[in-house]
């Protein structure tokens, strides 16, 4: 649409996971190497082809993105450091994207990574930003927990959603789990153990909470022809969009920044919120699932309990989510969080030997959103991905 | 209404003494104007001298226009309580030994958003509350949702009781019980359910018929206690130390002299010797092991209240040894404060205008009335503020020094 111009010639590729684990003696350096060491194996390319590098991690303190090129001796003309939490994925791709369409870089690495030692959760939330070290980590320390807890809480009054259809989204994303090598939760959920799980900060039990854990998550981000010459698997990005800190006035967030950029969203790539044949929502809880699938489109404000009863989630499902079993079922590795969804999407959709495809996917919704400062993410991205031939 | 708080059992003297905790307590520059008037028993926002936006949480610049000049105000605090939760799990020691613990989000009608402990008494979501502010067992200032309108035993909700130092079923101890204040204060606190008093005697072979009447009551206890003499501060402290919950310093010398109308230095130094090296010795002696009794129980210590003057601020020239006696004071109560904050009990410091007493005969009214300060004190520790200006003259010369210490400075000099 109006001033954004596509990037039809750029493409990403090379999907890369580092095992997550839910505690590490590593600190954020390895787990950032290994997803580099991940991106040179599965691309082929030599690490002096690499000549951008964009990270997004909580736990490199005190070094950030600088630090790492000498760490992992990689000289670049293009460094992007991204410390956005669940939205630095989508906004490594989109910076990375033009850096590539623009010619200041032509191979760049994007890596979200961190560690999880014994109290690195503990101390991440005491001091994660003034706001939330004076007005919300003073008041009982529930950390993200209780924050959605509020959100969960008047959804639910206002929408009417219930526990179940949390619980169905939960249940169906384990399911697609079970067939992904790097999810932490390889057990079966039922609606009676999700039901029965322990109070973490009431309406939010034990399985609407993501468990923090240490691990990395990479792509690289090259010309569609550099692609091709390597004979690499690619998607093509069809459209993204990010906004931080939509509608300030709204006293409690019930809705994100997606509602601003839907429509350009949709309109760039050429399609509608029909065409989409999996979305990887941000799911750090389930009710930001269903304020995506309200706020992409999917549904009307409010209707989302109604769509969750009315739809399957698993990866044969009505409506694919979270194929890979998402952040739930997987585990939160801190800024890698951020790109979960987008390297799965990834994978979906360049050809990637999966045990559990989609069935002809063409188009995938990757969403990004996050960082509670305060009293609500501020951060709501999203990126349309294809495949190839799309 | 507020379940009743009752008389906790009898500890088992053989089960260890809990640490005392702290919840987080830091703070950026900006948010200790909180604190600043949670201290004082306010709730202040910053609001914007340009456009009139208040603003949550504090910060540097207003958030809608920009301005640097933002003011603590006092806010009425009402709102709307748009969410509640109880926190099972918490990240934070303090909290998990608490759980679960109660917190709400609330649009106040002035504005913004806030997060609040949440009053038991209030909700569920959605209701109406009324957002004050106290402070916590860090000591920094923090939000509380309480219900508009008053319930019974509204003090007497668990988590508020862990922002305030109510003397119900506290043992306290009163370090001067010949005087008239000393003797208030007692019946006072007493009257608003401390279990046992203790009452310092200095001088036991002098006489008063105040004290006698006092030692009557089946609360009091009556302790030898000179805290000119560091032996006797001592043996107090070691024969009761572990078991005062509060302690009320109010033993004061208080002469009536400038700097020439007396020569030599005897009643200068008696009065440093009560006012500013007793609660030196004081400090030491029962500092210790109050901090360590700090989270000993629903009724564990909780509060050490010091009697300066409203002359701590700026000298009152015709008292100008007592006024220079009582600035010393004030000034070793707050390092006392700071030793005190990491366990959570509190330094209240009390600023009285003249005194209904014989020191200030000469002074024209209003004079406070020991009955009047008794009374300050202890609603002090109901509502668990810093610092107390009991009385008119106390609180127009607060204004006054607030509004500028050096115009004061010049009045009383005058």
Sequence with gaps: MSGVVAHDDVVVTAPVTVPYSRYSVRNAHWFCAQALAGLLQSSGLPKSEIDGLCVGSFTLAPDSAIGLTQHLGVTVRWLDYLPLGGACGVVALRRALRAVQSGDAEVVACIGADTNHVDSFRQTLESFSVFARDAVFPYGSGGPNASFAFLTAYYMRLYGATREDFGKICIAQRDNALAYPNALFKKPLSMREYLEGRVIADPIHLFDCVMPCAGAEGFLVMSRRRAENLGLPYARVRSTCERHNAFPEDPIQMRGGWVLDRDRLYGSAGIEPCDVDFVQTYDDYPVMSAMQIEDLGFCEKGAAPEFIRRHTFTTEGSFPINTCGGQLSVGQAGCAAGFLGLVESIRQLSGRNLARPVPNARFGLAVGYGMITYDRGLCSAAAILSRADA | ?414
Aim: glycine letters at 8%; one cysteine or more; charged letters at 20%.
């Design chain 2, 1 to 414: 209404m507020t379940a009743p708080f009752t008389r906790p059992k009898r500890k088992n003297p053989v089960l260890r003494t809990r640490l005392p905790l702290p919840p987080p307590g830091a703070r950026s520059r900006a948010a200790l104007g909180l604190s600043a008037a949670a201290a004082m028993g306010k709730f202040k926002l910053q609001v914007c001298e340009a456009c009139r936006c208040v603003q949550y949480p504090p910060r540097e610049a207003c958030g809608s226009c920009l301005s640097p000049r933002l003011r603590w105000r006092e806010q009425d605090g009402f709102g709307e309580l748009l969410a509640d939760t109880q926190v099972h799990l918490s990240q934070e020691p303090y909290f998990r030994e608490r759980a679960p613990w109660r917190i709400g989000m609330v649009r106040l009608d002035a504005g913004p958003t806030v997060i609040v402990h949440l009053h038991s008494a209030c909700g569920p979501a959605p209701c109406r509350v009324r957002v004050g502010a106290r402070l916590d067992k860090a000591g920094q200032g923090v939000l509380i949702g309480f219900p508009v309108d008053e319930v019974a035993n509204m003090a007497d909700d668990r988590q508020l009781r862990e922002m305030t130092c109510d003397p119900k079923f506290r043992k306290v101890l009163i370090t001067d019980g010949k005087t008239a204040v000393g003797q208030a204060l007692a019946r006072t606190i007493i009257a608003a359910g401390a279990d046992l008093v203790w009452v310092g005697q200095a001088e036991p072979w002098k006489r008063s018929a105040g004290l006698e009447a006092l030692s009557a009551l089946p609360q009091v206890a009556i302790v030898p206690l000179d805290l000119t003499d560091s032996s006797s501060v001592v043996e107090a402290a070691g024969s009761i130390g572990g078991r005062v919950d509060i302690l009320i310093n109010n033993a004061e010398v208080h002469r009536t002299y400038g700097i020439s109308a007396r020569n030599g230095t005897d009643a200068a130094r008696l009065e440093m010797d009560v006012n500013y090296f007793g609660l030196l010795r004081l400090a030491q002696g029962f500092g210790p092991a109050m901090r360590g009794r700090a989270a000993d129980g629903a009724a564990g210590a909780t509060a050490w209240v010091n009697l300066l003057s409203i002359y701590a601020l700026s000298n009152f020239p015709p008292h100008g040894t007592f006024s220079a006696s009582k600035a010393a004071a004030l000034s070793l109560s707050q390092a006392l404060r700071a030793e005190m904050r990491g366990s959570g009990i509190r330094v209240i410091n009390v600023f009285p205008g003249p005194i209904d007493d014989e020191w200030n005969q000469p002074l024209p009214p209003p004079k406070l009335a020991a009955e009047a300060l008794a009374k300050s004190v202890v609603s002090a520790l109901k509502d668990g503020v810093e610092d107390v200006y009991p009385g008119d003259v106390a609180q127009e010369w607060l204004a006054r020094w607030e509004e500028n210490p050096k115009v004061l400075e010049r009045e009383l000099t005058a």
